[in-house]
């Protein structure tokens, strides 16, 4: 008897839930599993979905809590006698953690950041740390310790599976002419793609430009939004290099931006956890240079596959911007090693046998309980 999983989550856009929409579709592939999944009707992944052969139902939470929301999710779940429900982000936890009260289904919650995860916190036990959810995916390993420490009872429900990649998804994308955004040919780059937000430590960035020589040839291209805020124009003005500091804004073609580059830099001082832009990155070829945060550990493996420094270390990250503009071949071959640390270490087909070997696991408990 196949297992009988109800999946809610936003597959609007296609790069960003690539990694989480192929975990489904490899699923499907096991011929172990009946897959439906809520999701706009519209969304890119949903086609994909029905050519597998997975029903969609167009629907997606869009409010924290709304009472026809759990009226639909309770309906479907009577109706269809699901096994295992996945809720991948907080809106789907939320309703579905309401909905399913009372019924036969084991319910799988996500967590893809550290921080603000207590005990303390009232609003944990209508979420995370609610009775009701059976297991807790963690994007990494600090997540689940986080929760070990807050988690009363039951402390093994919460379990590590990255959300892995595929190398061959970035074959395509061809480098950006560097040209073409002002950037002169003997230029070594850096390359920083974020919406900034105050966990991605951007002031540090700007501020290790202070530390470099007024001649140097590094090139700091910063894409994303809100990259132009005050506090950092401030800081671009106060740079020896500021004319070698250029605000790209939000980019449609960050891939190709990224690959034009020598360097990918993400100065995280907390918070991430994995973060998707670096992989991405290390997917192109492209050295990482990021930070020794918990939720990095393991993306990156310093003098190896790119370059690890402390968060908060504007001084730090200036010394490795140095030293990669002047070692540009160990700088390829660090990004030749991130590619393949990347295929081997976070692929999406192990990804998918993690959450099948999760979901198996499940209906057994389940099975039992009957």
């Not at 167009?58 to 809720?87: C, N, W």
């Not at 982000?89 to 019924?103: D, T």
């Not at 790209?248 to 995280?268: A, C, H, T, W």
């Not at 998707?276 to 003098?303: F, H, Q, R, W």
Request: proline share 4%; glycine share 6%.
């Amino acid at each position: 008897m196949p297992i009988k999983l109800l999946v809610i989550s936003n597959y609007i856009h296609t790069v960003t839930v690539r990694p989480e929409a192929e975990i489904i579709l490899q699923l499907q592939k096991t011929g172990q599993y009946d897959i439906t999944v809520m999701t706009e009707a519209k969304a890119e992944y949903a086609q994909k979905f029905r050519d597998a052969g997975i029903r969609v139902i167009d629907f997606l939470p869009t409010k924290k809590f709304s009472m026809d929301y759990v009226r639909l999710i309770r309906k479907e779940l009577k109706e269809g006698k699901y096994h295992v429900l996945q809720a991948f982000n907080n809106k789907a936890m939320v309703n579905s953690l309401v909905a399913a009260i009372g019924l036969p289904v084991k319910i799988v919650v996500y967590r893809g950041y550290t921080g603000n995860i207590s005990w303390l916190d009232p609003l944990m036990y209508v979420k995370y740390l609610s009775p009701r959810v059976d297991r807790i995916v963690c994007l990494v390993e600090a997540i689940r310790q986080i929760f070990r420490k807050n988690l009363l009872f039951n402390k093994d429900k919460a379990v590590t599976i990255n959300k892995g990649h595929d190398v061959h998804w970035y074959d395509g994308v061809t480098a950006l002419d560097r040209a073409s955004l002002g950037i002169p040919a003997n230029a070594f780059t850096f390359v920083c793609g974020a919406n900034s937000r105050r966990m991605k430590g951007i002031k540090y960035l700007l501020q290790a430009t202070y530390f470099l020589p007024a001649d140097t040839r590094i090139h700091l291209m910063l894409a994303g939004k809100d990259m132009d805020l005050p506090l950092f124009k401030k800081l671009i003005a106060g740079s020896p290099i500021k004319n070698n500091i250029h605000l790209l804004g939000f980019r449609k073609d960050i891939l190709e931006v990224v690959k034009s580059n020598d360097v990918f830099v993400l100065p995280s001082i907390y918070g991430e956890a994995i973060t998707k832009s670096v992989i991405e990155a290390m997917s192109l070829g492209v050295c990482p240079l990021i930070t020794d945060i918990p939720g990095n550990k393991g993306l990156v493996i310093n003098n190896v596959c790119g370059i690890v420094v402390g968060s908060k270390n504007p001084r730090a990250l200036a010394d490795q911007m140095i030293f990669l503009s002047e070692n540009p071949a160990l700088a390829k071959q660090y990004g030749q090693a991130a590619r393949a640390h990347i295929m081997n270490n976070f692929n999406t087909k192990d990804t998918a046998v993690k959450f099948d070997k999760l979901y198996q696991e499940l209906y057994l408990e389940l099975q039992g309980n009957r």
